[in-house]
């Protein structure tokens, strides 16, 4: 069964980076398709980036490209999510969501993932 915890998650200055880390405890995202979502306070849950079983897929919320790498280990069983030059605008819960069925269609949807990480929080002070 898959179980998804993030990390990495903290306090930041403007124009800082983070890494984010989610990883599966029964270590089965190697097939998966792993996607990072964010959720503000007041606002919807919004996607950031996704990353196909294998990576050989990515793809990122224009908000975000050129700034955040997704990436993943699957000898791990991680999925990362490197952010760059960050902006309060960046300020947010980051989830991370997989699909062990991997289909890649509508990725960018909440809908296409059916497994998800409790979240760990990102605070970008200005």
């Known amino acids: 069964q898959v179980q998804l915890v993030e990390s990495g998650g903290g306090l930041v200055q403007a124009g800082g980076a983070l890494n984010l880390t989610c990883v599966d405890s029964?270590?089965?995202?190697?097939?998966?398709?792993v996607g990072w979502f964010r959720q503000a306070p007041g606002k919807q849950r919004e996607f950031v980036a996704v990353?196909?079983?294998?990576?050989?897929?990515?793809l990122y919320a224009d908000s975000v490209k050129g700034r955040f790498t997704i990436s993943r280990d699957n000898a791990k069983g991680a999925v990362y999510l490197q952010m760059s030059s960050l902006n309060p605008e960046d300020t947010a819960a980051y989830y991370c969501?997989?699909?062990?069925?991997?289909?890649?269609?509508?990725?960018?949807?909440?809908?296409?993932?059916?497994?998800w990480g409790q979240g760990t929080q990102v605070t970008v002070a200005s």
């Open positions: 969501a997989a699909d062990i069925n991997d289909p890649w269609s509508q990725v960018h949807l909440e809908s296409a993932y059916d497994v």
């Open positions: 990353i196909s079983g294998r990576g050989a897929l990515t």
């Open positions: 029964g270590r089965t995202l190697s097939e998966a398709k």
